[in-house]
């Protein structure tokens, strides 16, 4: 019986091998095919790959040769931050801020040089969240200008930044000194500022980044057009000849100036910073535009702007022009000297100093107020040639409106 059971079993057994082997061959053949028709996908897939783990080799061993690096700058972070704070426990008491504070509070007039250096102070002394400090370096942002203004704006913006305000920050204000990796880099390109005359960066946008070219109401320039109130200021100019100095800041050519050259408002003496130049002329007399404008930038011992405009009509050559427009910079900035070149600022100006005047503000941006203008009445020339070899085909914001301004006459 027991033999007979496992005859049966065997017959069964083998059935099922067979079955099974069956099965298998069926299944071997259908892979090989799927293989066959897949293969041009496998070998594609094998071959990227084999690139990925050839492009995660490559920088694996960049992180091993990086590491000591990293490790030194690690340390020279370390060293930073405890200096840093060296320096926050040196002002925490507030002995100093309230120093500062009382002793600016007694000045008439405070320069953004001051206003930036007591805002750095209530920075460390009171954090960069505190409202104050926060309203302090906004105020210094404000209050940049010409002179220094690139310096002062760095300032201010970095600060803000880092107190966690919605500012961006103009790429002019990245520190050439420090070694930014790719990623930092890229990082930093987001928060660029780039304003211009024209599109998204034009006038009419630049309230967004810089709220005072969009809010302030004595902005600049303006239309000059009657009645006008008579002026008692007397202006007298003393231009010395000194080497020539050009400059491509990407918005105009500007010509800075050596010091010595000073323009005196009744008795108070303004230095000479730089003159530029605007196609057309930003100002307009009876709503009509000259060709271009030079403006001639001063600023007084305690921080305060005035400026000089001359009117380019349309004309004659300009002598002065064809001494610039033959040593323009070469690259856009980076300031050019020419070799034996002396320019003499006064040969830009006619020898009448009637004027128009009005309280206003920078022409670009941060469109900071309180800006004395004298808009000469006697135009120079500029023949046609020469503004068209003027680099910028316009670079003139638009008139403001006057909000109640008055525009005085003298001279």
Same mark, same amino acid.
């Given at each position: 019986?027991?033999?007979?059971?496992?005859?049966? !079993?065997? *017959?069964?057994?083998?059935?099922?091998?067979?079955?099974?082997?069956?099965?298998?061959?069926?299944?071997?053949?259908?892979?090989?095919? +799927?293989?066959?028709?897949?293969?041009?996908?496998?070998?594609?897939?094998?071959?990227?790959?084999?690139?990925?783990?050839?492009?995660?080799?490559?920088?694996?061993?960049?992180?091993?040769?990086?590491?000591?690096?990293?490790?030194?700058?690690?340390?020279?972070?370390?060293?930073?931050?405890?200096?840093?704070?060296?320096?926050?426990?040196?002002?925490?008491?507030?002995?100093?801020?309230?120093?500062?504070?009382?002793?600016?509070?007694?000045?008439?007039?405070?320069?953004?040089?001051?206003?930036?250096? !007591?805002?750095?102070?209530?920075?460390?002394?009171?954090?960069?969240?505190?409202?104050?400090?926060?309203?302090?370096?906004?105020?210094?942002?404000?209050?940049?200008? /010409?002179?220094?203004?690139?310096?002062?704006?760095?300032?201010?913006?970095?600060?803000?930044?880092?107190?966690?305000?919605?500012?961006?920050?103009?790429?002019?204000?990245? *520190?050439?000194?420090?070694?930014?990796?790719?990623?930092?880099?890229?990082?930093?390109?987001?928060?660029?500022?780039?304003?211009?005359?024209?599109?998204?960066?034009?006038?009419?946008? /630049?309230?967004?980044?810089?709220?005072?070219?969009?809010?302030?109401?004595?902005?600049?320039?303006?239309?000059?057009?009657?009645?006008?109130?008579?002026?008692?200021?007397? %202006?007298?100019?003393?231009?010395?000849?000194?080497?020539?100095?050009?400059?491509?800041?990407?918005?105009?050519?500007?010509?800075?100036?050596?010091?010595?050259?000073? %323009?005196?408002?009744?008795?108070?003496?303004?230095?000479?910073?730089?003159?530029?130049?605007?196609?057309?002329?930003?100002?307009?007399?009876?709503?009509?535009?000259?060709?271009?404008?030079?403006?001639?930038?001063?600023?007084?011992?305690?921080?305060?702007?005035?400026?000089?405009?001359?009117?380019?009509?349309?004309?004659?050559?300009?002598?002065?022009?064809?001494?610039?427009?033959?040593?323009?910079?070469?690259?856009?900035?980076?300031?050019?000297?020419?070799?034996?070149?002396?320019?003499?600022?006064?040969? !830009?100006?006619?020898?009448? +100093?009637?004027?128009?005047?009005?309280?206003?503000? +920078?022409?670009?941006?941060?469109?900071?107020?309180?800006?004395?203008?004298?808009?000469?009445?006697?135009?120079?020339?500029?023949? *046609?040639?020469?503004?068209?070899?003027?680099?910028?085909?316009?670079?003139?914001?638009?008139?403001?409106?006057?909000?109640?301004?008055?525009?005085?006459?003298?001279?």
């Amino acid at each position: 019986m027991s033999f007979l059971f496992k005859a049966v !079993m065997k *017959k069964y057994l083998r059935l099922i091998l067979e079955i099974l082997l069956g099965v298998c061959f069926v299944a071997a053949s259908t892979l090989a095919y +799927l293989n066959y028709s897949a293969k041009k996908h496998l070998v594609a897939e094998v071959g990227e790959l084999t690139e990925q783990l050839g492009e995660a080799k490559e920088a694996l061993e960049k992180m091993h040769e990086e590491e000591p690096a990293a490790d030194e700058h690690a340390a020279d972070t370390g060293t930073s931050a405890q200096e840093l704070d060296a320096l926050k426990a040196a002002f925490s008491n507030g002995v100093v801020l309230q120093d500062m504070e009382l002793l600016y509070k007694a000045q008439k007039a405070l320069s953004p040089e001051r206003q930036v250096g !007591m805002a750095s102070v209530r920075l460390l002394t009171k954090g960069a969240q505190d409202e104050g400090t926060i309203a302090a370096f906004q105020k210094a942002l404000e209050m940049a200008e /010409w002179g220094n203004r690139l310096q002062t704006v760095c300032a201010a913006q970095n600060a803000l930044a880092a107190a966690g305000q919605k500012v961006k920050v103009l790429s002019d204000c990245k *520190k050439s000194a420090e070694k930014e990796d790719a990623h930092a880099k890229k990082d930093d390109k987001a928060h660029d500022v780039h304003w211009g005359y024209e599109g998204d960066n034009g006038p009419e946008h /630049w309230g967004d980044n810089f709220p005072v070219c969009g809010t302030g109401k004595k902005q600049s320039p303006l239309n000059i057009v009657g009645p006008f109130e008579k002026s008692k200021d007397v %202006l007298s100019v003393d231009y010395k000849e000194g080497p020539l100095k050009m400059f491509n800041n990407g918005h105009t050519i500007q010509v800075n100036v050596e010091p010595g050259s000073t %323009l005196t408002i009744n008795k108070e003496s303004y230095d000479l910073l730089q003159f530029h130049f605007h196609r057309p002329s930003e100002e307009q007399v009876d709503g009509k535009n000259s060709a271009m404008v030079a403006h001639f930038v001063h600023k007084s011992k305690d921080g305060k702007l005035a400026v000089i405009g001359v009117l380019l009509n349309e004309g004659k050559d300009n002598a002065a022009i064809k001494t610039l427009w033959a040593n323009l910079p070469p690259k856009e900035g980076v300031e050019y000297l020419p070799e034996k070149v002396s320019f003499n600022p006064g040969s !830009m100006l006619p020898k009448e +100093l009637g004027f128009y005047n009005y309280e206003g503000s +920078l022409t670009t941006p941060p469109c900071t107020e309180g800006v004395q203008f004298y808009i000469l009445k006697k135009p120079m020339d500029i023949s *046609k040639d020469q503004v068209g070899k003027f680099p910028f085909k316009l670079n003139a914001r638009p008139v403001q409106s006057l909000n109640g301004r008055k525009i005085n006459a003298g001279g």
